[in-house]
């Protein structure tokens, strides 16, 4: 089954959102099996709520916000990483700079 959406811009696009057993990938690094499909962007997904999570990048709908610096996000999760960088949890101490998460800051060492 697929859903259709109309992102900002006014274009529609189709999401798949149930998985077909001939339609699957692996994800490289953890080899976990990612039935769900984005048809805008060519992602896969392990869960149909990841996938219909995902799809709110594509519509512009961003419905939480950082009470600190107006930045809105498509779900709490994304909204609560966003919030590492108000906090410095990942701070660099060299130069300051905050981050997201340990993965990003260890791009940034």
Not at 3 to 19: D, L, P, Q
Not at 72 to 80: G, N, V
Request: glycine fraction near 4%.
């Amino acid at each position: 089954m697929a859903i259709f959406s109309t992102c900002a811009a006014g274009c529609s696009f189709e999401v798949k959102i149930e998985a077909d057993i001939n339609d699957t990938t692996e994800h490289p690094q953890d080899g976990k099996r990612r039935p769900y499909l984005c048809t805008v962007c060519g992602k896969w997904f392990t869960t149909k709520y990841v996938l219909i999570r995902h799809k709110q990048l594509h519509t512009g709908s961003l419905p939480f916000s950082c009470t600190q610096c107006e930045k809105h996000f498509a779900s709490e999760y994304y909204l609560s990483c966003h919030m590492n960088v108000h906090s410095s949890k990942y701070k660099y101490t060299e130069c300051g700079k905050c981050f997201e998460n340990r993965q990003k800051l260890a791009v940034h060492s």
